[in-house]
């Protein structure tokens, strides 16, 4: 990767603030902090915390320390409140803070990291990644990765693009967004404030044409209509992934941009980003997998097994079956080598005996007039054992009983009849979390 840094000085590599930072600036900044870690004596193999965002810093710095072998735990201001939970998890030895204008405190802690996982990375003399998950079906699990591993694939060529980092500096998409766009020697192009404005509008004024993003904010795009306040045509393909798209909205934003390619993507912080290939850009049907990725179904669930697949949690038992492969816990239907991902087991609603997938119910109530985000959700109930539940954010004020109504006469002309929401709740506050992801149950 440095190599080809070296090749390609003059390049964009980084968009930050409206400045831009060439291949030859964050070679320098490489060497620069390969210095500093010296003159710190920060020794091979140590846990490092690092607290940021996509900044020239932390590219720079996310780099270096990987050549210097260490083990990173990459934070973001979205997991504050979990921030010394995570670090103490994590057993973080070293803390680099960067700030809002790129500087940089380090910190050198007080623990000492001895997870047997370390063990062998430094035995192994492999960098390594510790991710932790959005605890959304419970509590947060930090995943162990030998970055050797996740790195294989990138050494193999792909188009060089000018990307928006949307995903987040600590989510697998986010580090997997920026070590495609920097091996392919892209640029990436941040952005500060993740909202559809702020987006589209960097989208116009550097030409980008790779938006990786989630099906949460595609909607919110659509809803905020600020693509008609910018031009798009620089825009080739959106990538979506993290949870499963709402069927209208893929359609609506396909008829939309009908030359705009959209690509639904798969990966878990335990396993990396498969690669994957939607059967049209208005399709829920995806074939994953790819070199070093194997996938079977087991009971309607998807299993994978994969080279790049983390050593384990810290924090938790393996969830590997025996023959060491992953339970998605993804419900997915089969065409052919195309599956179309019906949602998360521990997200299935049993109506007496019956599955309700949410997705499915939210695409329906998507296309009701006046009806901006919605959640659907089960709730537990003496006769049927679960009923469809709905939280249901509008545009403009409504009266509760009317719009019930009109919910449930609309689900009857499509969904059958245990599908249909039971219990509807008209709430203010927005149904997605900080990391674009719809949150389930606000209960």
């Known amino acids: 990767m440095l190599q080809k840094f070296e090749?390609?000085?003059?390049?964009?590599?980084?968009?930050?603030?409206?400045?831009?930072?060439?291949?030859?600036?964050?070679?320098?900044?490489?060497?620069?902090?390969?210095?500093?870690?010296?003159?710190?004596?920060?020794?091979?193999?140590?846990?490092?915390?690092?607290?940021?965002?996509?900044?020239?810093n932390a590219v720079a710095l996310f780099l270096c320390l990987l050549e210097h072998s260490c083990i990173l735990v990459p934070l973001t201001s979205t997991v504050a409140a979990k921030k010394h939970t995570f670090m103490e998890i994590a057993q973080g030895e070293v803390a680099f803070s960067l700030g809002d204008r790129d500087s940089v405190k380090i910190m050198l802690l007080s623990r000492k990291a001895d997870h047997e996982f370390y063990r062998k990375l430094r035995q192994l003399n492999h960098p390594g990644l510790v991710l932790f998950s959005s605890g959304s079906t419970g509590k947060s699990k930090a995943a162990v990765h030998d970055m050797k591993n996740l790195l294989e694939k990138f050494k193999v060529p792909r188009n060089s693009l000018r990307t928006i980092t949307f995903l987040l500096y600590d989510h697998i998409g986010g580090v997997n967004t920026m070590l495609y766009t920097l091996s392919n020697t892209g640029c990436i192009v941040t952005v500060q404030d993740r909202n559809p404005d702020r987006v589209l509008s960097a989208v116009e004024k550097y030409r980008v044409e790779l938006l990786p993003t989630s099906p949460t904010f595609i909607n919110l795009i659509l809803l905020s209509e600020a693509y008609t306040r910018y031009t798009?045509?620089?825009?080739?393909?959106?990538?979506?992934?993290?949870?499963?798209?709402?069927?209208?909205?893929?359609?609506?934003?396909?008829?939309?941009?009908?030359?705009?390619?959209?690509?639904?993507?798969?990966?878990?912080?335990?396993?990396?980003?498969?690669?994957?290939?939607?059967?049209?850009?208005?399709?829920?049907?995806?074939?994953?997998?790819?070199?070093?990725?194997?996938?079977?179904?087991?009971?309607?669930?998807?299993?994978?097994?994969?080279?790049?697949?983390?050593?384990?949690?810290?924090?938790?038992?393996?969830?590997?079956?025996?023959?060491?492969?992953?339970?998605?816990?993804?419900?997915?239907?089969?065409?052919?080598?195309?599956?179309?991902?019906?949602?998360r087991q521990s997200e299935i609603i049993n109506v007496g005996g019956e599955k309700v997938y949410p997705s499915e119910v939210e695409s329906v109530i998507l296309e009701m007039e006046n009806v901006a985000e919605v959640t659907v959700y089960g709730e537990k109930n003496f006769i049927t054992g679960n009923i469809v539940c709905a939280n249901v954010r509008l545009f403009k004020h409504e009266d509760q009983k009317k719009f019930s109504l009109r919910l449930q006469q609309n689900c009857s002309q499509i969904l059958e009849n245990y599908k249909i929401p039971r219990k509807i709740s008209i709430i203010t506050e927005k149904l997605h979390s900080e990391r674009f992801k719809k949150v389930r149950s606000l209960n």
Do not use: C
């Open 7 to 56: 090749h390609n000085k003059t390049k964009d590599a980084i968009i930050w603030n409206d400045e831009a930072y060439s291949y030859g600036w964050l070679l320098e900044q490489i060497q620069n902090w390969k210095e500093k870690v010296e003159k710190r004596k920060i020794p091979k193999g140590a846990v490092v915390i690092l607290e940021g965002d996509f900044s020239p």
């Open 232 to 343: 798009l045509d620089s825009l080739k393909t959106v990538t979506y992934g993290t949870e499963p798209m709402a069927e209208s909205t893929l359609k609506k934003f396909h008829k939309l941009f009908p030359k705009i390619r959209l690509l639904q993507t798969y990966g878990l912080s335990e396993l990396g980003i498969l690669r994957s290939k939607s059967k049209s850009s208005d399709s829920l049907w995806v074939k994953v997998g790819g070199e070093g990725f194997q996938t079977r179904i087991v009971n309607g669930i998807l299993q994978i097994n994969a080279k790049s697949a983390m050593l384990g949690y810290l924090n938790a038992e393996s969830p590997f079956t025996e023959d060491g492969w992953f339970n998605t816990g993804d419900y997915v239907l089969t065409d052919g080598e195309f599956i179309k991902i019906l949602g």
